[in-house]
């Protein structure tokens, strides 16, 4: 087995056996890049020489000390660029700090090690939005990896990065985890600290884990997790033992099928699969109750007005004088703010400022933004109701397998009706991770991956990774 192809866990014991060296695993991960990575394109940069001199300096006997993590393009690494996918910020940032993963990351012994594409801004679910180039799926090519942490995914699935963190907003550690046949975590609201994440939806991002397993994520998960006084918006709470219970088995748990997960519009394939890895965890002792997420039909609707309306916000400090390319001389200022973002962003993400400041104009914010949030109270009520019959709940990721590339490039609305079993639990705040439930055939001699959801209570991820670990 390559380096490259080992869990962090395996690779520990051999660092720690001294038979590897972390220089060894780089060089490994490097000539994969360089074999492997023209036809995959998860990666947007990477610096060997500066993750040597990293290497060189980390601690063996830290938990996570020598391994290689792969940054999704939005997180900051103190050096190295921070595109976020988009022409706006390409050759025109380098961040001037690590992001509080990033410090916790290296605090563990990590080497942050490459920039991974994304849809522009994390706005998407493909990564065809990325305005620096595309990603494929590794299961088959002429697939998308799904997105918006589409490198992210594709590079641990293609054996080209060990693990990765990407970020979530309303699916994009899990959807593309799921497509391309890893394991996505997407952490509660407030567990992981997200300053030195460039925000896209405040009250929804959550930077996450994706890994060739769950003990993985688990690993990954400890490592990130914990309050930090840069962001208020993290909480305080202790953070557990992520590895104890790992192995204890669902024995004697209720877990949820909620019935709206399962109904119009998902793929009879898909369906099957979710439903036999369901079966199995039965088998292995856990009890299947169905439950009812009643409000869940208006999620994708409550999403698509509340997560641009953050972002209409977010992204005005990219204005070509404080952040990004400059256009124009600079001589007249409205007119270098109208054609430094006009030139500097993609159509999706003009989309999303558009829809975004028209739901909080004068006239329109009762009628979509506050009644929004109000709906949103609704969704998190039917998790809470949920969560009080059950201890996590097991629903598919996406309603579909990987599509192909460019399918739905003037069809947004499918696009977004896709995200439907992902985006609750952003609006809820809480917790969710996409594990590996099998294949289908394409049809064109492939075989795609299909991802098991599962859900848990706010702060409830020891549960959820343990019904992840005896599903996987
Ligand atoms: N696909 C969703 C969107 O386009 C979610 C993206 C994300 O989680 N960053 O907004």
């Known amino acids: 087995m390559s380096l490259s192809s080992s869990t962090i866990a395996s690779l520990r014991r051999q ?18 890049i360089a074999s492997h990575d ?20 980390s601690d063996l006997s830290k938990p996570l000390g020598g ?29 001037p700090y690590d992001a509080s993963v990033t410090a916790a990351l290296r605090q563990a012994g990590a080497i942050p090690f490459g920039r991974l594409n994304m849809d522009e801004f994390a706005m998407g679910s493909s990564t065809e939005n990325s305005a620096l180039g595309r ?26 990065a060990v693990a990765a963190l990407g970020s979530d907003t309303g ?13 996505g975590l997407k952490p509660s609201y407030g567990r992981v600290s997200r300053y030195g994440l460039v925000a896209f939806a405040s009250s929804l991002d959550q930077i996450g884990p994706l890994t060739k397993s769950v003990e993985d994520s688990a690993l990954l998960l400890q490592a990130i997790a914990g309050a930090d006084p840069r962001d208020s918006t993290c909480l305080d709470a202790a953070v557990p033992d992520y590895l104890a219970d790992l192995d204890k088995g669902v024995a004697g748990m209720r877990l949820g099928l909620p019935k709206e997960y399962f109904g119009e519009g998902i793929d009879p394939a898909v369906r ?32 698509y007005i509340i997560a641009p309306a953050e972002a209409s916000s977010n992204l005005s400090r990219f204005d070509g004088i404080r952040y990004g390319r400059r256009h124009g001389d600079g001589s007249d200022l409205i007119e270098t703010y109208r054609r430094s973002r006009e030139e500097g962003f993609g159509p999706e993400v003009k989309r999303r400022i558009i829809l975004g400041t028209w739901v909080l104009s004068s006239g329109y914010y009762d009628a979509y933004y506050s009644r929004a949030q109000k709906v949103r109270a609704l969704i998190r009520r039917d998790f809470d109701e949920a ?18 590339l460019g399918e739905n490039d003037d069809d947004p609305l499918s696009e977004y009706l896709a995200d439907i079993y992902t985006i609750a639990a952003n609006l809820a705040g809480i917790c ?15 075989q795609l991956p299909v991802g098991l959801q599962v859900i848990g209570p706010h702060l409830g991820e020891a549960t959820l990774l343990r019904v992840a670990k005896a599903a996987e």
């Open 15 to 32: 660092l720690s056996a001294g038979d590897i060296t972390p220089d060894d695993i780089l060089d490994d991960l490097a000539a994969r």
């Open 38 to 57: 023209g036809e995959i394109g998860a990666y947007l940069s990477h610096d060997l020489e500066a993750a040597r001199r990293d290497a060189a300096a």
């Open 67 to 95: 391994i290689p993590i792969a940054l999704k393009d939005n997180i900051n690494a103190l050096g190295s660029p921070c595109t976020c996918g988009s022409r706006f910020l390409e050759n025109a940032y380098t961040s």
């Open 135 to 160: 990603t494929v799926n590794p299961a088959d090519p002429t697939r998308i990896p799904g997105g918006s942490s589409g490198g992210s995914a594709a590079a641990v699935a293609a054996d080209l």
């Open 171 to 183: 699916g994009s550690i899990r959807q593309p985890a799921s497509h391309c046949g890893v394991v």
């Open 272 to 303: 099957e699969k979710v439903e036999a890895a369901a079966r199995k965890l039965e088998a292995a002792g856990a009890e299947l109750v169905e439950i009812s997420l009643p409000h869940t039909e208006h999620a994708v609707a409550t999403y």
């Open 387 to 404: 969560f009080g019959k059950v201890d996590a709940i097991l629903s598919p990721v996406s309603p579909v397998a990987a599509r192909r």
């Open 432 to 446: 969710a991770v996409s594990v590996p439930c099998g294949t289908i055939d394409s049809g064109s001699g492939t």
